[in-house]
């Protein structure tokens, strides 16, 4: 497959990809169970990302990870959403 035909089928796959992540991560209302920020990074690096831990681990095999920019992409939405169901800050 040439590099044009690849990059078709990529951008041509890349919603698909990313709507499960999306369903994964829904806008809650206010009155839903509260996480704590960390958790919910973790669940998103975990779910969204494949990432086992954000740990520094002192490894480059386990601290460097390639990521597809869908991954990336449904991981700020992710992040965008945990922060609309927290509501206004009070800080």
């Not at 597809?68 to 927290?86: I, M, N, P």
């Amino acid at each position: 497959m040439n590099g044009d035909a690849m990059k078709n089928t990529t951008q041509r796959d890349e919603p698909n990809k990313t709507r499960s992540f999306r369903a994964a991560f829904p806008v809650r209302d206010g009155a839903a169970a509260k996480e704590t920020q960390a958790e919910v990074v973790a669940k998103i690096a975990r779910e969204v990302l494949c990432l086992d831990t954000l740990e520094t681990r002192h490894s480059d095999t386990l601290d460097f990870s390639d990521q597809a920019v869908w991954q990336l992409r449904a991981a700020l939405e992710a992040a965008y959403s945990a922060g609309l169901a927290g509501g206004p800050s009070n800080k």
